[in-house]
């Protein structure tokens, strides 16, 4: 207390001087409406940047959860769609007894991308999900845009993923138009163009045309996008087309993907080993 009453004494010129200057400036701007718009006008603004600034942080700390939502929501979504789907027709004979009864094919995991390569013979993509979220092997994996890849190592938190900038990757495909179908494959080079192989020169494909998944693997739905026909090229030599596909996905920009469950996937793996076996016998 005594060093306060000390220091006022020793300042009381000062404090006197700065208590005037706070009394002038509240007359001023009591007594003088021009200066009060000016003064208000220039708090608005100074509120106005601090509010802008304060909803797009916390804007930008909310994107995350956005984008959570609308990732499980296109996942619901997905699985709604007929591709997803199986159609178990029961017939007994009679017109009358047919039923069909939708059951479900594929189902979705969401999950995001943690790695990434562009530029390797063989790329891979890191996903944030593993087997304890029901990822295994052999897994297809698609975007909201296209075809990704498929999975080829899993462990409990993670799943690796060969995308389809791969030269060991391949996927049955078609022609959306013509119902047409061959291989896609990556010449190794390019980031946004793949090939399409083994359709025949007779074969009527135009540049535009799209190109889907045929559904004839275990890892794709059909009609998932894969991307359009950018070139188309006969030699003469040859019997079959030169197609090079423009990819719908851009997977130097990929964030989310959905790794595809086919549910009928180990009856269909059943089947295979049933087949080699009878090719076996004498």
């Known amino acids: ?60 700390f909310q994107l995350r959860s956005v984008n959570d939502s609308l990732v499980h929501e296109n996942l619901r979504l997905r ?13 007994s004979g009679q017109v009358s007894d047919s039923t069909h009864k939708w059951v479900q094919h594929y189902t979705y995991i969401a999950a995001q991308v943690i790695y990434n390569t ?56 078609k022609l959306l138009r013509t119902e047409y179908f061959g291989n896609i494959s990556w010449d190794g080079y390019s980031t946004t163009h793949v090939n399409l192989e083994q359709i025949a020169k007779h074969v009527p494909v135009k540049v535009g045309d799209t190109l889907v998944t045929s559904g004839y693997s275990y890892l794709f739905p059909q009609n998932i996008m894969i991307g359009t026909v950018s070139n188309v090229n006969l030699e003469p030599e040859k019997n079959m087309l030169d197609i090079r596909v423009k990819l719908s996905e851009d997977l130097g920009k990929l964030t989310y993907v959905y790794v595809v469950n086919n549910l009928r996937k180990e009856e269909l793996v059943r089947l295979d080993t049933l087949v080699n076996a009878a090719q076996l016998k004498p």
Not at 25 to 30: E, K, T
């Open 118 to 173: 562009l530029n390797r013979p063989v790329n891979y993509i890191y996903l944030n999900k593993g087997s304890k979220h029901g990822i295994k092997n052999q897994m297809g994996v698609i975007s909201a845009n296209g075809v990704v890849g498929q999975v080829v190592s899993v462990t409990e938190n993670y799943a690796a993923v060969m995308s389809i900038l791969s030269k060991n990757f391949k996927v049955s495909a």
């Open 79 to 91: 699985e709604q769609l007929a591709e997803s789907k199986y159609n178990d027709y029961l017939h």
């Open 1 to 60: 207390m005594y060093n306060l009453i000390r220091f006022i004494l020793q300042h009381h010129l000062f404090l006197l001087f700065l208590l005037l200057e706070i009394l002038c400036f509240y007359l001023i701007y009591r007594n003088n409406p021009y200066n009060q718009v000016a003064y208000l006008q220039t708090a608005n603004r100074v509120n106005g940047t601090l509010y802008n600034a304060y909803a797009s942080i916390i804007g930008y």
